[in-house]
């Protein structure tokens, strides 16, 4: 019968906490920039476009990444991040349109019973989620969900 070694593997560390230099600050900040760009490049292009990703045999924006200098390892990190920035927000979406239809429910329960003084209120709030459930459910349904990258910073 063979004898198992329990090991026992311990962490080593110095507590030491890197600071980075300037210089390497601005590298990480331009590299940083240029993957930026380069996401929001992929998901117009692919995720949200119609272009392909990966065609065997086939000229597809992942070659051209990788031609740009970018390795494999990145360009499908990416294409990762572009995709999951779209399912990320049609999940929310979803996630708000059961919170809104909720929150019908009980601004129309609240309406029945109100008294005459405070159902104009009532009303036009039950309106407004009538209209912003109807309208996320469109965007949903024509998948026309799109994700904001960035800030005002970057907009302008």
Known sequence: MAQTK???VTPI????????TEAEEKLLAA????????VR?????CVIGTEPWF????KALRSELI???WSQREANSIYG???AAQDSAVEALKLALVSAREELLKVSKKLTKAPTERRHGLARRRARLKSRISSWEQRLKDDQVRVCFGSRRVLR
């Open 31 to 38: 590299y940083g920039e240029v993957y930026g760009q380069t």
């Open 41 to 45: 490049e992929v998901y117009k292009r």
């Open 55 to 58: 065609v065997k045999g086939e």
């Open 67 to 69: 031609a740009r200098g």
């Open 81 to 83: 991040t572009a995709q």
């Open 13 to 20: 560390t110095s507590g030491a906490v890197l600071e980075p």
């Open 6 to 8: 329990k090991i026992t």
